[in-house]
């Protein structure tokens, strides 16, 4: 039974890797930041640890790993991946000194595995699938200290030897995803036979399923024999464009409702070629994603109808913006 540290077990990532890493017997401890919705982790609060702290604070953190001295760290925590989150101070502080508090608390107490989440905003707009020793351009706030905070991990693995890779996630969907997000707000929408404003039909993401995420992270940890400090996509390696997601969920879902393409503005972050380089991540970790879209979705749809009163709270939380 390994001790292990979750960061961000509130979110939708972090969510779903506590079920796993629970399931698979770890004595696990969640570090949560005061004033951080839990409505997905009530049913499983009962069997983590629970530590109230913000990671900004380096005392406290350094607090709690000495007391937790774990073996495993998955740090997931970060400000400012929805456009509701505009706080740079803020994206600073979690993003980069929380970063940065935790590992070198870390490193204090010794551990197996620290793996880190980074993102494929990193490499900023590309015209191909961008290899993660590809040079990074950033393009936007949140972007940049994801960056620093992946450099900071590569560095201190080179420097000490250690086993700290990071995960450059894609566009992850699935249970717990947020409401307002593109694939949940699609499928409760879809089953009032209707469809949500649609930006470009031709922009592309490299949609990647919950599941085959998780077993990236466990993979990341488990995996001895890799580069320190290793980079690696995390995305299917097929580009999806909105128009084949859109034809999907009205197929899998009956909608009769044409889409209206154009009726939402593009945002600053869409982009006609978006798709994840996996090979490093297949040839060192033996990864291969197990859910193609359309399995995925249908999974997606499932678990929105498989719980009294999710589809419901789903509904009547559409428009509400995260913190």
């Not at 707000?185 to 930006?199: A, E, W």
Request: net charge neutral; with cysteine.
């Amino acid at each position: 039974m390994k001790k292990t540290i979750l960061t961000g077990a509130a979110g939708f990532i972090g969510a779903n890797l506590a079920r796993r890493l629970l399931q698979e017997g770890h004595q696990l401890h969640l570090l949560l930041r005061p004033g951080d919705s839990q409505w997905r982790l009530q049913d499983i609060l009962k069997d983590a640890q629970v530590h109230m702290l913000d990671l900004s604070e380096a005392p406290a953190v350094s607090s709690a790993v000495e007391h937790i001295r774990p073996e495993y760290i998955f740090h997931l925590a970060a400000y400012g991946a929805y456009s509701s989150q505009a706080d740079l101070p803020r994206m600073i502080a979690a993003n980069i000194s929380g970063t940065a508090n935790l590992l070198e608390a870390c490193l204090r107490t010794g551990f197996a595995a620290f793996v880190n989440t980074g993102s494929s905003s990193e490499y900023g707009f590309k015209d191909h699938a961008p290899a993660e020793n590809e040079w990074i351009e950033p393009n936007s706030h949140y972007a940049v200290t994801k960056a620093a905070a992946t450099l900071y991990c590569r560095f201190t693995a080179q420097k000490h030897h250690l086993h700290i890779p990071t995960l450059r996630l894609y566009s992850v969907y699935g249970p717990y995803e947020e409401p307002t997000r593109l694939i949940p707000t699609l499928i409760v929408r879809g089953l009032q036979n209707q469809l949500p404003p649609l930006v470009n039909p031709e922009i592309q993401r490299d949609y990647v399923y919950i599941e085959d995420v998780v077993d990236a992270y466990l993979l990341a940890a488990d995996t001895p024999h890799q580069e320190p400090g290793a980079v690696y996509n995390v995305g299917t390696g097929r580009a999806t464009s909105l128009r084949e997601v859109v034809e999907v969920a009205r197929r899998i879902l009956k909608v009769t409702a044409v889409p209206e393409w154009g009726s939402m503005l593009d945002r600053a972050w869409d982009t006609s070629i978006w798709v994840a380089d996996n090979r490093a991540l297949q040839k060192a970790l033996g990864w291969q994603p197990r859910y193609d879209f359309v399995l995925g979705f249908q999974s997606t749809m499932e678990w929105l109808q498989g719980t009294s009163g999710r589809l419901q709270f789903y509904q009547s939380n559409l428009g509400r913006l995260p913190s």
